[in-house]
T-cell receptor, first 114, second 114 residues
Framework: ETGVTQSPTHLIKTRGQQVTLRCSSQ?????VSWYQQALGQGPQFIFQ???????GRGNFPPRFSGLQFPNYSSELNVNALELDDSALYLC?????????????FGPGTRLTVT | DQQVKQNSPSLSVQEGRISILNCDYT??????FLWYKKYPAEGPTFLIS?????DKNEDGRFTVFLNKSAKHLSLHIVPSQPGDSAVYFC?????????????FGAGTILRVKS
């Protein structure tokens, strides 16, 4: 069974740029959630995707957007990067939309905005 | 508005003894609770969970207790091992079909001394 994978591992961007982060869900899982973890804090929910549609969103501005593909992999896009976007971005997959009780996380992408 | 709180930033325990990690929540709608463990440079790893209809769930060395009236849950690790040293996150969710987001606490750093 393949776990959740994310790419890239690390990324450095300049304020105002755009970034795309990628996630492959665990085999058999059809729901992907994205979280942002700032230093010293717990992960914060960004949004969730099920069947290629957004299925719940946290308190993040519209410049955070995403996609899910037919193979259940997903992308997180962030436009107009700000310094406060520097964080660890975590992708998690689960088996059922909404009611997938346990979410399984990838290793994360460390984004630094300068 | 912190709906899930872990008030102890760190905990140090001797190998072989019990580790008790605590978590409080404010949202009475939460009906499922999870504990995750996180090592540096890795994503959170699911440990154990509990539904709001139960007050205890046990899995090997890990036991989670839920006190709904106090809106409090705890994770007991017995016996503690040096490999248990990590950051532990408590998370809660309201299960539904429209986006089951996990709400995390800020984490507790557990150090198990040998």
């Amino acid at each position: 069974e393949t776990g959740v994978t994310q790419s890239p591992t690390h990324l450095i961007k300049t304020r105002g740029q755009q970034v795309t982060l990628r996630c492959s869900s665990q085999s058999g899982h059809n729901t992907v959630s994205w979280y942002q973890q700032a230093l010293g804090q717990g992960p914060q929910f960004i949004f969730q995707y099920y069947r290629e549609e957004e299925n719940g969103r946290g308190n993040f501005p519209p410049r955070f957007s995403g996609l899910q593909f037919p193979n259940y992999s997903s992308e997180l896009n962030v436009n107009a990067l700000e310094l406060d976007d520097s964080a660890l971005y975590l992708c998690a997959s689960s088996g059922l939309a909404g009611g997938g009780n346990e979410q399984y996380f990838g290793p994360g992408t460390r984004l630094t905005v300068t | 508005d912190q709906q899930v709180k872990q008030n102890s930033p760190s905990l140090s325990v001797q190998e072989g003894r019990i580790s008790i990690l605590n978590c409080d929540y404010t949202n009475s709608m939460f009906d499922y609770f999870l504990w995750y463990k996180k090592y540096p440079a890795e994503g959170p790893t699911f440990l154990i969970s509990i539904s709001s209809i139960k007050d205890k769930n046990e899995d090997g060395r890990f036991t989670v207790f839920l006190n709904k009236s106090a809106k409090h849950l705890s994770l007991h690790i017995v016996p503690s091992q040096p490999g248990d040293s990590a950051v532990y996150f408590c998370a809660a969710t309201v299960r539904n079909l429209y986006g089951n987001k996990l709400v995390f606490g800020a984490g507790t750093i557990l150090r198990v001394k040998s």
